[in-house]
């Protein structure tokens, strides 16, 4: 079929081997098929449309839309029936609650006119959430032509391998085919297909080359990459719609370009920011560096003790209890430098994650860096749980253990820079040379926080 | 096994006797999962009195009850004997308390309605699963089906299978048909393409034997190869130990820090990403259920993959980058 080859691209040798196992219509096929593939290598597509062109009765279901036997079950039956039916009149909804009443039923509806010689194609994608619903659906479903003794074939979608399925007593072994991952010339091919209209082909596929030499290294999934291209595509068009440069002068199209595609990376690829927003960047033409993603705005303005609570309870948790004399203190004495740490805590401090430590020592470290006298009063004790209501700090243990609750940061060392920032003039002197050396390392060394 | 059964019921069958008397009940594990379920099967494959069209009257208590009084009613002269066929029987067994095997076997032993059970299963320990119950009322008759012939009788099993048999109607076809069939293959058989040749074979055996996760792994981003050597290095210095983000993210920062890969500098979530992405593919798997109080940066993990599939995947890694692969076979000692 010519017309197929244009619709998909890149898949030709997947279209030819489906086709021969569909066979002919009335044709027995392979009882159950097990296509796996990197997410948006065309499995879902290929097959919708493959079926959707030959014309062969099938139904098609989305195992993350029909999480439960029922609902799953339910949709197969009711699909077939509208196939079936020729009148355009409502037949009654069937209901299904078990796998036993299914194949009860599907020989029923099968048995109808139109579907009776004919192999009838069931496509479960996202097939590996069946692993977690009932032990018997996933088997039965590998069988489902010889328990309902009809002509049927269960066709399987998924990004997990099939030896991640096979259930512990064994079952019937599908057909198991493989899409390949799309290598970066289809890739170029099927971007610069899309194309809009306005500008030339050769065009585009420069822009497209630009995209993939920045993405490419990051991402290979094509819906990723479709959407950026989309996005990105009026921004990089700028240039020569303002008039400042022609279609062929690269050079000023890629360093007008370059610059917000790393920006896009860091903020629509992340889902920081909304696409809408993107967009609405573009269009305003503001400093790309203005903008704000989502995960600046967790930094929330926090009340003038909860930051310092914060800082406290983030050194903490990274340094260990040994060290507080030296660091807090003002006259400690002297303490050996070598072994200062030993030698298991070197590269437990910063790759483990974070400590346990009891409210006493919080309080202890608050005192230290705050500059003023600092009463233990409700409100100190109401911001630490504000806090952990807010998830910045969590509880370590039981609810109910009332003296000795013991806490663990759970904020990054960015973010503590961040709130740095704020209280950098309002620590005890002597403190406020070590926060804006905080503020000034690009990474927390090893050896410990200070 | 089945097309055993099939057979030898369909022998039965042919005579005119039993055909008119025997009544025969076929029941499957991954069907009647539990024996409310099989209970009802069994009644309205019998098709007693209270099934009307397919749906079954009354609740458990009261189908298990009449369907063992209809049964015991009868005796070895008059009445009707039944074949129960229990497809899947390991399943069977499974079920709470084993009632509906002990009830049948139960009749089975007893001078009541004469009945046949016949179990097929895959399990060879399958009496392990009875209980002491069940297992005294069973006759410990039990056949094996085992698959003992070498591979020259494989072939020419396989071979008989697929020839046409001599009423086949296109005379010359089938004799092209058959003389093809000295090849093995699978499917490639199209209206255009009629007869299975020798490439054939070769392409269904690729498709067979292909290491599905190394196809997997053919797919990845660069950065998500990178990523999985540093966890490769990580295994190797600690020893299988389980590891973090953290963990696997400085060991790339290792990497990328020598001058000439600053290339590979990206920003710490867009690594996190490819470190998400790797967990959606199952190539590594957390050691034990998220936990809502810590950071998704310090979960402990494990890689699914060891040293040779990584070692081979990377070797088919379509354009991978020198410095990559050097990184990926490097020692660790002088990092």
Redesign the interface.
Known sequence: MPHLENVVLCRESQVSTLRSLFGERHHFSFPSIFIYGHTASGKTYVTQTLLKTLELPHVFVNCVECFTLRLLLEQILNKLNHLSSSEDGCSTEITCETFNDFVRLFKQVTAAENLKDQTVYIVLDKAEYLRDMEANLLPGFLRLQELADRNVTVLFLSEIVWEKFRPNTGCFEPFVLYFPDYSIGNLQKILSHDHPPEYSADFYAAYINILLGVFYTVCRDLKELRHLAVLNFPKYCEPVVKGEASERDTRKLWRNIEPHLKKAMQTVYLREVSSSQWEKLQKDDTDPGQLKGLSAHTHVELPYYSKFILIAAYLASYNPARTDKRFFLKHHGKIKKTNFLKKHEKTSNHLLGPKPFPLDRLLAILYSIVDSRVAPTANIFSQITSLVTLQLLTLVGHDDQLDGPKYKCTVSLDFIRAIARWSVWLCRPGWSTVVRSWLTATSASQDGEL | M?ELINHALKELMEIEEVSENVLQVHL??????NDK?ALK?ITRQLNLENVVG?KVFGSFAENLSFLLEALKKGDRTSSCPVIFILDEF??FAHHKNQTLLYNLFDISQSAQTPIAVIGLT??LDILELLEKRVKSRFSHRQIHLMNSFGFPQYVKIFKEQLSLPAEFPDKLFAEKWNENVQMLT??????S?PFMTAIDLMEASQ??S?D??A??V??????EICLIIAMKHLNDIYEEEPF?F??VY?EFQKFVQRKAHS??N??K??VM??FEHLQ???LIKPMERTSG???R??QLMKLLLDNTQIMNALQKY??CPTDVRQWATSSLSWL
């Open positions: 089945r499957n594990g991954l069907l009647q999962i379920i099967e397919d390991d399943l895959c399990r699978l499917n490639r058989v199209t209206a393409h498709l067979c292909m599905s996760k196809n997997i053919h797919g990845l981003s660069v950065l973090n953290q963990m400085n290339v590979y990206f920003e979530p867009v990403k490819a959606q593919l199952e109080n810590s950071q940066e310090y379509p354009n």
